[in-house]
């Protein structure tokens, strides 16, 4: 028992169990000893082990902690700094390749912020598809110890690319002058340093209790078919799950359809072809997927991580979620970037999961709420490869737990806690999270760190961050008009679908 003297007892909360009244969830008794959930008892039957610290469940919810299956840490410094942007002129702003080496007090704050916020929202797993810039240990090493430290369950990944250029580069003006395009093109890295450096970072750090690995490829146009295989043959050795971006853009699917001919311009035939699509691949975004692309995924087991806040704020159109669901594959929930959806909150990533298929279609389309509680728990732990460690209050499983007041005016009156959860509640009734077996908020506040001494942490590397963002803001300028015409450009251009919603573009 790494964390609690004694075990846990919370007392009467209505626990979350998809299978069972997803309206008014049965009253149950959890037992949590050590890292684990260890019973769900009726009231009836259960006694208080003796030395159990109580917590009292009554007139609250008992929820599995959501699982945050997409997220950078990179650029949660950047919260409420953009907007309006289309995905390639955000990226120049947000990439830490254009932002140098930062100091390892920021390199902390920013894995604190982005973890504080996640645990506030409920939210007790999160993928970091981290870039490490510089790509050495002592990054690494700060990003882990903040998450440590918070006590927030992280699936960490380093992400890695080998070409440079952002994905819009080939629809890029031909005149564009050559500082500009130098901005834009940032720097090549070597695939054989770059995957040896991953695979000495899993040796030498092994998972732990709370820390787990992933493997990434930024995405499949960002890396040449070296890195890739690689990437995939580390994954099957080490038996980790793997996840990168797949058509998170039109550029992207617009230059697949490009540099990937032999494939008939599918990125997901060309994944198949290197060996990245099988059971433990989970791609994040999916936006631009064609129907058989869709089939290939549900086929070889792979799955989606759904991101539609930043979808939407980097204006790239509407992911096919019905489609998807239809077809069987795995969906997980992500709340990506804080510098493009500015908020790590499950809420409004469930919110918008069941509502964004209202807007292309007005008939029923059959995703409900107790789908987006599912994606946002056992779909996430499925798609990290968690599925028997976390998403669910099953004994056996470890106690990531999250407690909700149904007191708080969102389930007021309480008609259904499935529904209520998702179009009601904005993350301000959670009030106790646990993670392995460990209270790390209570009453809304962090048991793990003191957030008044964090804050003034936080101000002092803010100083230093503003003026580097605005010299960035400064020397991106020039580039801005070459990529707006370079994006209105690939506007009318055919890539066999479309995911804006027709009819609108006039309004
Ligand atoms: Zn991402």
Redesign the pocket.
Same mark, same amino acid.
């Given at each position: 028992m790494p964390y609690t003297a004694s075990p846990l007892f919370i007392k009467g909360a209505r626990v979350w169990n998809p299978d069972g009244d997803i309206h008014l969830p049965a009253v149950r008794d959890v037992l949590v000893a050590g890292t684990d959930i260890v019973s769900v008892t009726a009231p009836e039957e259960s006694a208080i082990p003796p030395g159990a610290e109580v917590i009292d469940g009554r007139g609250k919810l008992l929820l599995p902690g959501f699982v945050n299956a997409?997220y950078?840490s990179y650029d949660a410094l950047q919260k409420g700094l953009l907007e309006d942007m289309p995905f390639d002129v955000w990226a120049l702003h947000s990439q830490p390749a254009y932002f140098g080496t930062r100091s390892k007090a920021e390199l902390r704050a920013r894995t604190l912020v982005g973890a504080i916020e996640c645990l506030k929202h409920g939210i007790t797993t999160v993928q970091d598809?981290s870039t490490l810039v510089p790509q050495d240990e002592e990054v690494l090493d700060t990003i882990l110890a903040a998450y440590e430290e918070v006590g927030l369950r992280v699936v960490f990944s380093i992400a890695v690319r080998d070409q440079a250029a952002l994905d819009i580069a080939p629809f890029l003006p031909a005149d564009m002058p050559a500082d500009v395009a130098a901005l834009i093109a940032g720097s090549a890295r070597d695939p054989v340093a770059d995957l040896a450096f991953v695979e000495a970072q899993l040796r030498r750090l092994p998972a732990t209790s709370r820390r787990h690995w992933a493997l990434s490829a930024s995405g499949p146009q960002r890396a040449s078919r070296q890195l890739l295989e690689g990437v995939a043959d580390l994954a099957a050795r080490h038996r980790l799950p793997l996840t990168t %971006?797949v058509y998170?853009s039109k550029a992207q699917t617009a230059k697949a359809r490009e540099i990937y001919g032999e494939q008939g311009g599918s990125m997901i035939r060309y994944m198949d072809e290197v060996g990245l699509l099988h059971g433990r691949t989970t791609i994040? %975004?999916g936006v631009w997927l064609l129907p058989d692309e869709i089939d290939i995924l549900a086929e070889r087991g792979a799955g989606v991580a759904h991101?539609p806040i930043?979808n939407l704020k980097l204006k790239n159109g509407i992911a096919p979620i019905r489609r998807l669901k239809a077809a069987g594959v795995n969906l997980a929930l992500g709340c990506?970037?804080c510098s493009c959806s500015d908020c790590q909150s499950m809420f409004q990533a469930m919110k918008m999961f069941c509502l964004l298929a209202s807007g292309t279609d007005p008939d029923p389309v059959g995703l409900h709420a107790a789908d987006a509680i599912a994606a946002a728990t056992l779909g996430g732990a499925y798609a990290l490869k968690l599925e028997n460690v976390v998403g669910a209050i099953v004994p056996g499983m470890r106690a990531d737990l999250v407690l909700v007041d149904l007191t708080d005016i969102a389930f007021l009156p309480l008609n259904s806690v499935a529904r209520q959860l998702v179009f009601s509640e904005t993350g301000r009734a959670v009030q106790t999270v646990i993670v392995d077996g460990r209270v790390v908020l209570r009453g809304g506040k962090l048991t793990t760190l003191d957030e008044a001494a964090f804050a003034g942490e936080l101000a002092e590397v803010m100083e230093a961050f503003h003026v580097d963002f605005a010299a960035a803001a400064v020397r991106n300028a020039p580039a801005i008009p070459y990529l707006l015409a370079a994006t209105h450009r690939l506007a009318g251009q055919d890539v066999g679908l479309d995911r804006y919603l027709p009819g609108l573009h006039a309004g």
């Open positions: 997409h950078h598809m %971006h998170e994040a %975004h991101n930043s990506d970037n």
